[in-house]
């Protein structure tokens, strides 16, 4: 009996890779101008082994000043989880909410410690509803998936 208990455990947390570009620089650090931030995020979760999944939070943090970069950040954090004996209507969401939720904290720290790093004011990524996002997605995933055309 004890084989079928619901199991969630988190086996690690791990930056899967990182990259910052200052492809204008030292030029564009004299500029005077208030740079434009482009903030994108994406979560991916891969199934690993049986029962053990991959959850990566994505983000890519672009700052410009007019059409020049001042910086770009590309970074991955992921988590390696062990989920058993859940239904499978629930998985989507531990997958797509509960997961990114424990992984997130780690990118957003990772992310203004190497903007820091790289001589720039911190910027910090907002908190983020990932229940609202895993909605969105799966209202969207729904709405471009071919239907049954009811009268």
Partial sequence: MADQDPVFQIQR???K???LEQPNSPAIL??????AVDIQLGVDAQPVADGVFEVTVSATVQTKVKDK???LIEAKQAGIFEIRNLPQD???PILG???PQIVYPYLRGNVADVIQRGGFPPVHLAEINFQAMFEQQQAQAAQNAPGI???
Wanted: net charge negative.
């Fill in 17 to 19: 890779d990182l990259s």
């Fill in 69 to 71: 970069t001042v910086f």
């Fill in 97 to 99: 909410i509960a997961c």
């Fill in 30 to 35: 004299l500029e005077q101008d208030q740079p």
């Fill in 13 to 15: 947390v791990y930056l």
């Fill in 90 to 92: 629930q998985m989507g």
């Fill in 149 to 151: 055309i009811t009268q």
